[in-house]
């Protein structure tokens, strides 16, 4: 498959050493609605792709999201996973959310037809968006959780996260990738099916659990997957396929673990390589903010630090105007 795009400057020697390695197999946009396609597939489906129960086990009448309704998919649904199947893959789903914490809210990430307002931990501190231009933040309680030193021009916010399971989140993605797998190929990744659906053995599976993440200044409006398959000639110990989600200005970047391939090689290391972040519509270059990876292996709850912290100049005091706050807010709303 030739993915036709734009390749930041900063990108182009990364991406060649990838594209010697791996090629485009599969691209999923959720951009164009399949709902009624689906739904009538699922009518006379024959059994789910996850836990390979028939239509007289299980029921196919809940719409199931390729990509998670919760990072913006409003149109590429599933049609081979049973309800039952969805029900599981929800906790994932919710462990995914929190570990996103604050960014789908100050990205405008909408769940269905609205921005989804952020509270944290502590319920002390509530974030939600009027409109996608003016974000409140609002401080629900009376503790110095907001701190403004108009000596310094220093603005925290002290924002409590939640707890999420990391190995949870892996599986939120890995979940996305099973889904865009063509037929052809699931008969090689049984494990990875096995593995995703026994939570009392996630311990013992052999599974590369973390997440690279590229963020950009150029955001997508809808988000999207791409698959990337190992060449035929290529002899290097790296996993068969790479997977790729692409949310706002973010790519998210797993191993796609346990094909028969990969297992057959044996047990040594495995070394991946970083995918190119890929432009569409757009030429820009120097867009790439950062790269880093977040290990997701532990099954033990866990929170990240999502505090806002930044300075002012302290010029902008000298024109502060007394407003009626609750007034104003009513007229935005």
Known sequence: MKIDCHIPVEERALTNSFLETYEGYVAQSTLISNEVEAKKSKEVKLFCRFCKRTSTEVTFKEKTHVIPKSLGNEGLFSDDECDTCNRFFGEFERNLVTYLGTFRVFNNVKNGNRIPKFTSANHNIEIRKIGEAVTLIKRVSHDEDINVNIETGTFDINIEAGRYIPAYVYNAFLKMALSILPTQDIGDYQQAFKYILDKKRY???????????????????????????????????????????????????????????????????????????????????????????????????????????FKFDLSVLDNLAAIDAKGFLDNLE
């Open 203 to 309: 311990e013992y599976y052999l599974v590369p659990r973390s997440v690279k993440v590229v963020e950009s200044d150029v955001e997508y409006q809808w988000p999207f997957a791409v698959l990337y398959k190992k060449k035929p000639c290529v002899t290097e110990r790296v996993p068969l396929h790479i997977f790729c989600v692409y949310v706002k200005n973010l790519m998210f970047q797993i191993i796609f673990p346990l094909s028969r391939q990969d297992i057959e090689s044996g047990n040594g290391e495995i070394y991946w390589k970083d995918a190119p972040y890929l432009l569409f519509g757009s030429n820009h270059d120097n867009i790439i903010r950062s790269r880093h990876e977040d290990e997701l292996n532990s099954l033990e709850k866990q929170k990240r630090d999502n505090s806002i912290h």
